[in-house]
């Protein structure tokens, strides 16, 4: 507009040249300024005009880097819960599988021992039972009323199991089943969000039997209770003990990964 207002301006002074004799200095005078005042004009208005869409551009610029940032926001947010979650189906197969091994195991035990034998000695004779690497003897009352427990469980009645595997624990105090039924207790009692019950269970399988293959799996969910619980530092502290001793199980592979998580 600025360029046209100013093309304008010379033809006029051309113009205005051409006709010296029709106009006088005056009036030719008061037709420049009058031009000139009318390029300002437009100049200005076109200056207006640029600044109104710079700002918007600037407005709009503002508007995308702040859709920008929610949308970085969101997706950090989302890996977030991803590997929270890949973390619980980890954990989870983990109980499917051993529990899957454990329900077979007993299942062939139960089987072997009621071939050959009369239904009045299969009550009263304790049976020969191998699990978690040990072997004890166990009445068939006792290793029925473990493996109902194991089998609710399994099905993911966690309140059921929590009850079975209480009343397990009162029937059977010295059972050889005892450090595996407080470890899957914790897991059912941690299933039913009760953290601190689950910790106490798998502080007392660790008490009863410090060098129970099972401590390593009861530290680290001792771990994964702290850390529902928000309490990170403990936590740590928890993750850091299964590296120092227990560096070689399989817990400690997964409590790496856990730390890694929490910085």
């Known amino acids: 507009m600025a360029r046209r207002a100013v093309a304008l301006l010379v033809w006029c002074g ?39 869409l710079e700002q918007a551009g600037r407005a709009r ?14 997706l ?20 499917d599988e051993q529990l899957a091994r454990d329900v077979a195991d007993l299942q062939r035990k139960q089987k072997d021992a009621q071939q050959g034998l009369d239904e009045r000695l299969r009550r009263m004779e304790p049976q020969k039972v191998a699990l978690d690497g040990r072997e004890f003897m166990a009445e068939a009352d006792e290793t029925r009323q473990y493996g109902d427990a194991v089998a609710l469980l399994r099905q993911g009645d966690f309140a ?18 005892g ?9 059912a009692q941690y299933g039913k969000r009760d953290y ?36 990170l530092k403990s936590a740590r502290r928890t993750l850091d003990d299964i590296l120092k001793t227990h560096p070689q199980s399989e817990a ?11 910085k």
């Open 196 to 231: 601190r019950e689950a910790i106490a269970s798998f502080k007392a399988l660790m008490a009863a039997a410090s060098d129970h293959p099972r401590v390593p799996e009861a530290l680290l969910s001792i771990a994964n209770c702290q850390i529902e619980l928000k309490e």
């Open 14 to 52: 051309a113009a205005t040249s051409a006709s010296a004799g029709l106009f006088s200095d005056d009036d030719a005078r008061k037709a420049i300024l009058d031009l000139r005042a009318r390029v300002d004009q437009i100049e200005q208005a076109g200056r207006s005009r640029a600044d109104q």
């Open 179 to 187: 450090p595996t039924a407080l470890y899957w207790l914790g897991n």
């Open 252 to 262: 400690a592979q997964a409590a790496r990964e856990r730390i890694a998580a929490l």
């Open 160 to 177: 059921a199991a929590t009850a079975a595997f209480t009343a397990f624990q009162r029937r059977w105090p010295a059972s050889g089943y």
């Open 61 to 74: 610029e503002a508007e995308l880097l702040e859709q920008i940032t929610q949308l970085k926001r969101s």
């Open 76 to 95: 950090l947010d989302l890996n977030t819960l991803i590997e929270s979650l890949r973390g619980d189906l980890a954990r989870q197969r983990g109980i």
